[in-house]
């Protein structure tokens, strides 16, 4: 039987769902999409083949975050080996990007320009990772899996508030190619929430894969629409604009399968995304540094949302994302330091820096050897840009115990905004989250991990995590949100851990995000179901302690939206499985009981 409980939760080590058998869960941040993860899981498929459902559905359902043009990771628990792996299909640069071509004069371009350029289009990584993943650990076939999307996709589904919603306040990014705009401004008008909206390009796209599997997208006639597609560039760009990949890049992309990286924190276990991404390396330093101090204890004035514990987050925060922007890229090209980063001698003088009673000066990077220098380091400015809710994320359990949590991508809403003609799919932008300016500089120590180099894969924020207790896995959560990913999924484990909170009441909570060393601060709150919310008293002392970005002293300055945390959890005592959605979005859980 299968029930649809929209954003209405079975709780982390609650002991109040219990199930004769461990029931399959699907978390989902749009409903029909969960419906098709539910039915594979209901026709008897394990969460692999349930998650290849989930993510073709949301390419056509949640068309501005995720699909077959994007990248993503996803992480697979295998209940019966106890192994974990990260399926990485994310995105590459083609063999003809350089480290100066988003700064072809020396400065560097526009991101409204170069993210809607063919130049910023990755060689996308989706379905053939996709398809890996379904070939080592899935039962199903491609087709079987596609098939749920190809009937949303060909019969149409109705357009939810988000949706409506990331079309109204598009940033132009709909509006500029005119397939993209005939399929979500048909007639020059918006979609809106209750639009019915069929795409029969993209059918008929999914058919062909469904028919010739991955072959039909990275050669042949696809491949050459979407060569043709991303040479589009922007007029004010000239031919710098224009995308640089080549048949051959497609034909040649390869998925990676990793090992993940593998944190600790007050007794508890995390699997978590290793290089490309530094969401695992970036959320592990934020933990260790914030380790030392009782963030659970009220007496000792800490507690959830209390300014002390804020505080610490938010110092915590600056360093470690002061060293992601020297330090982390895609190690398969760059050295990455990630012991170094993680090594207990570094972590115990970084957070030495942290003080209680007040705000640090802006951090540097940490001289980490064998690459740092002896000097402190200068650090570059970063390129700073608004966060919004793009991509998504979505996690599985199946009733043998098998786990995916997987954050999948194509880059800001609405991707390139290129969408491939006569193939219905959007392309991603993904390359702009490369280092636009050139970093590496051999005097400073500085070893430019995240700037442009052919086939790199540039680095992402995207940390799906698979926490175990004793040994065994209790949940796998992620979120999408760009850099605020990382401080989503702290700010969530440290519900969990520290404050005691059920998966639900965790997701719920407003969030608090710091995101560069300056440490501008994002904080969210007001919404009814953010409770406890952070207090004014709270906020106003965050102010006196010398943070920015909140805004007026007395007011609320927690107005943000941070994040869209999809998770399943196993209660390790029961064995039940259960799940738990945000409600930022139209976060879905539904229950297959067999
Ligand atoms: N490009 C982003 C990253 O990989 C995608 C995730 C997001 O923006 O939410 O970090």
Redesign the pocket.
């Known amino acids: 039987m299968i029930r649809i409980a929209r954003w209405f939760i079975f709780c982390l080590l609650s002991s109040s769902v219990l199930a004769a058998s461990p029931e399959g869960v699907v978390a989902v941040s749009q409903p029909a999409a969960a419906a098709a993860g539910a039915r594979i899981l209901a026709q008897g498929g394990n969460a692999i083949d349930a998650a290849a459902a989930v993510q073709f559905a949301l390419n056509v359902v949640e068309p501005q975050s995720s699909g077959i043009g994007g990248g993503g990771f996803m992480l697979v628990h295998l209940a019966k080996t106890g192994e974990t792996f990260f399926v990485d299909s994310r995105e590459r640069a083609p063999a003809r990007a350089r480290a100066d071509m988003f700064a072809p004069d020396g400065l560097p371009m526009s991101f409204p320009l170069a993210s809607t350029s063919g130049l910023a289009v990755g060689v996308p990584g989706t379905l053939l990772g996709v398809d890996t993943a379904l070939h080592r650990w899935g039962t199903m076939k491609l087709a079987a899996t596609l098939a749920p999307a190809i009937k949303l996709a060909e019969h149409g589904f109705r357009v939810n508030r988000f949706l409506a919603d990331d079309i109204a306040n598009d940033d132009g990014r709909t509006q500029i190619q005119p397939e993209t705009a005939a399929t979500f401004r048909p007639g020059g008008v918006p979609l809106a929430e209750g639009d019915w909206l069929v795409q029969p390009d993209l059918a008929k796209t999914l058919k062909l894969i469904a028919a010739k599997g991955p072959d039909a997208f990275y050669r042949g006639p696809i491949a050459r629409a979407i060569v043709k597609a991303q040479q589009r560039g922007r007029s004010e760009l000239g031919d710098a604009g224009k995308g640089r990949m080549t048949l051959a890049d497609l034909a040649q992309y390869r998925v990676a399968i990793r090992r993940p990286l593998i944190g600790h924190y007050r007794g508890w276990t995390l699997a978590g995304m290793p290089p490309p ?1 530094s969401g695992g390396l970036t959320l592990f330093e934020i933990l260790k540094l914030l380790e030392r101090f009782p963030l659970g204890d009220v007496a000792q004035g800490y507690g959830f949302g209390s300014p002390k514990t804020l505080h610490v987050m938010a110092e915590a925060m600056r360093l470690a994302f002061a060293d992601r922007a020297v330090w982390i890229g895609d190690d398969d090209a760059a050295q990455v330091p990630q012991h170094a980063l993680l090594n207990p001698e570094y972590l115990a003088a970084r957070t030495a820096l942290i003080k209680t009673d007040r705000r640090m000066d802006t951090p540097q990077a940490g001289a980490l050897t064998p690459w740092g220098t002896p000097a402190a380091m200068r650090l570059k400015p970063a390129r700073t840009r608004k ?1 919004s809710l ?2 998504t994320h979505f996690a599985i359990v199946d009733r043998w115990g098998n786990m995916v949590s997987y ?1 999948t ?1 194509i ?1 800001y809403t609405w991707g390139s905004g290129i969408t491939v003609p006569g193939y219905g799919f959007l392309l991603n932008n ?1 390359l702009t ?1 490369f280092n636009f300016l050139p970093s590496a500089d051999p005097a400073e120590g500085n070893p430019g991990a995240n700037d442009v180099a052919p086939f790199k894969r540039p680095r ?3 940390a799906p995590l698979l926490l175990l207790k004793d040994g065994k896995p209790v949940a796998a959560y992620g979120s ?4 605020t ?1 990382i401080n989503s999924v702290l700010n969530v484990t440290l519900n969990l851990i520290d404050h005691g909170m059920t998966m639900q009441q965790a997701i719920d909570a407003p969030r608090l995000s710091v995101t560069n060393a300056t440490g501008k601060m994002n904080c969210e709150g007001g919404q009814t179901f953010m409770q406890p919310a952070f207090s004014l008293v709270a906020q106003d002392a965050l102010r006196t302690l010398g943070h920015t970005g909140l805004g007026e002293a007395g007011t609320d300055g927690c107005r943000e939206t941070i994040g869209s945390v999809q998770a399943v959890v196993v209660d390790p005592a029961t064995g039940t499985h259960g799940g738990a959605a945000d409600p930022r979005r139209e976060g879905t859980v539904i229950r297959v009981r067999h």
């Open positions: 991404s966060e793009h991509t954050t991508t880059e993904e989250d992402s924020s995207m999408p949100g760009g850099a990913i």
